[in-house]
């Protein structure tokens, strides 16, 4: 009995390709780091009874068109903005996501960034590495304390609640804004406080919304001017959610004092203002860089795909 067919449009982790090449037969074999054209995207397509594509993979009526055979999309990724849902249900092309899995490794690099940030780190490893540094001085690269601060969320779903969670550990008091009201673990607390409140409260900003009409540029040059000199605003949510322009503009003025980015307008494209600037820390979409959580993330659209292949519901189907 022949395999049904499938298409991954980038190397996965090496345990999910080796399933994937035991149950499958994968239309093309992706390349380290090869980023696939609109003509590779059509092809596979074309030929495929389930495709595994990433949240960078620009999914429209058109590309579906050519998908004559496909039954599933599985997103790898919790969003799904790259995906034309319309143009999918109209073909009854069901989708799924990878929902809950990403929820602590991204809390962590939020975390990680506003440690960076605050304490200059990338700035401290530059020195060491390029010979600036000459020995231990008493006003060297001062940062700022972390511990005892106020922490302001935007967005409290799984990842704005992880995040916050992690910050009692540091003994901050966390305000957030959110479009309901999240009750905290027994022994936590947070307040919920609207937006304009929590910008002007909050010593670190971290956001964890989702990119909609009504979220892009929710940050922009009015909100940054809300912020204190001293904030430091983190992004590991969705580039859009920040007009970067206003963000150059208020880093290089000293209307807030750092940020700290994982995501980016147009990724993979960074604002070459943000590129030239010392308190910036940029990393490159890790948010769910780790090993262990890409593996779960590969084994949920394994799930997703045998479930939909042998006539069954999806676990994680968007519709």
Not at 130 to 147: I, S
Not at 164 to 182: D, I, K, N, P, W
Not at 234 to 240: L, M, Q, S, Y
Not at 278 to 289: D, I, Q, T, W
């Given at each position: 009995?022949?395999?049904?067919?499938l298409y991954?449009t980038?190397?996965?982790?090496?345990?999910?390709?080796?399933t994937?090449r035991?149950?499958?037969?994968?239309?093309?074999?992706?390349?380290e780091?090869a980023i696939?054209?609109?003509?590779?995207?059509r092809?596979?397509?074309a030929?495929?009874d389930a495709?595994?594509c990433?949240?960078?993979d620009?999914i429209?009526?058109?590309?579906?068109g050519h998908?004559?055979?496909l039954?599933?999309l599985?997103n790898?990724?919790?969003g799904?903005?790259?995906?034309?849902?319309?143009?999918a249900?109209?073909?009854?092309?069901?989708?799924?996501?990878?929902?809950?899995?990403?929820?602590?490794a991204?809390a962590?690099l939020?975390?990680?960034?506003?440690?960076?940030?605050?304490r200059r780190?990338?700035?401290?490893?530059?020195?060491?590495r390029?010979?600036?540094w000459?020995?231990?001085?008493p006003?060297?690269l001062?940062?700022?304390?972390?511990?005892?601060?106020?922490?302001?969320?935007?967005?409290m779903?799984?990842?704005?609640?992880?995040?916050?969670?992690?910050?009692?550990?540091f003994?901050m008091?966390?305000?957030?804004?959110s479009?309901?009201?999240?009750a905290?673990?027994?022994?936590l607390?947070?307040?919920?406080?609207?937006?304009?409140?929590?910008?002007?409260?909050?010593?670190?900003?971290?956001?964890?919304?989702?990119?909609t009409?009504?979220?892009?540029?929710?940050?922009g040059?009015r909100?940054l001017?809300?912020?204190k000199?001293?904030?430091?605003?983190?992004?590991?949510a969705?580039?859009?959610v920040?007009?970067?322009?206003?963000?150059?503009?208020?880093?290089?003025a000293?209307?807030?004092?750092?940020?700290?980015?994982?995501?980016?307008?147009?990724?993979?494209?960074?604002?070459?203002?943000?590129?030239?600037?010392?308190n910036?820390?940029?990393?490159?979409?890790l948010g769910?860089?780790?090993?262990?959580?890409r593996?779960?993330?590969?084994?949920?659209?394994?799930d997703?795909i045998e479930?939909?292949?042998?006539?069954?519901?999806?676990?994680?189907?968007?519709f």
């Amino acid at each position: 009995m022949a395999l049904p067919t499938l298409y991954v449009t980038r190397l996965l982790p090496s345990p999910i390709m080796a399933t994937l090449r035991e149950r499958y037969r994968l239309v093309a074999e992706p390349a380290e780091d090869a980023i696939p054209t609109a003509e590779d995207l059509r092809a596979g397509f074309a030929e495929s009874d389930a495709v595994i594509c990433m949240l960078s993979d620009s999914i429209d009526a058109d590309l579906l068109g050519h998908a004559t055979k496909l039954k599933i999309l599985a997103n790898y990724a919790v969003g799904y903005n790259n995906i034309d849902l319309a143009a999918a249900k109209a073909r009854g092309i069901v989708v799924t996501n990878t929902p809950d899995v990403l929820t602590d490794a991204t809390a962590d690099l939020a975390w990680a960034l506003m440690m960076a940030v605050a304490r200059r780190v990338v700035e401290g490893d530059q020195w060491v590495r390029t010979g600036t540094w000459l020995g231990w001085a008493p006003t060297q690269l001062l940062g700022a304390d972390v511990t005892g601060k106020t922490l302001g969320i935007i967005g409290m779903g799984r990842i704005g609640q992880a995040v916050a969670q992690r910050a009692q550990g540091f003994r901050m008091r966390v305000l957030y804004e959110s479009r309901r009201t999240v009750a905290p673990p027994p022994g936590l607390s947070w307040e919920r406080r609207p937006l304009d409140e929590v910008l002007t409260e909050a010593d670190f900003v971290s956001l964890h919304v989702p990119l909609t009409e009504a979220t892009r540029h929710l940050i922009g040059a009015r909100e940054l001017s809300l912020m204190k000199p001293t904030a430091v605003l983190i992004n590991t949510a969705r580039g859009p959610v920040v007009d970067e322009e206003a963000l150059v503009s208020a880093l290089k003025a000293g209307t807030i004092a750092g940020a700290g980015l994982d995501v980016y307008e147009q990724e993979p494209l960074v604002h070459p203002g943000l590129v030239e600037l010392p308190n910036v820390v940029l990393l490159p979409h890790l948010g769910s860089a780790t090993l262990e959580t890409r593996i779960r993330m590969g084994r949920i659209c394994l799930d997703n795909i045998e479930a939909v292949l042998n006539g069954r519901l999806a676990p994680n189907r968007i519709f």
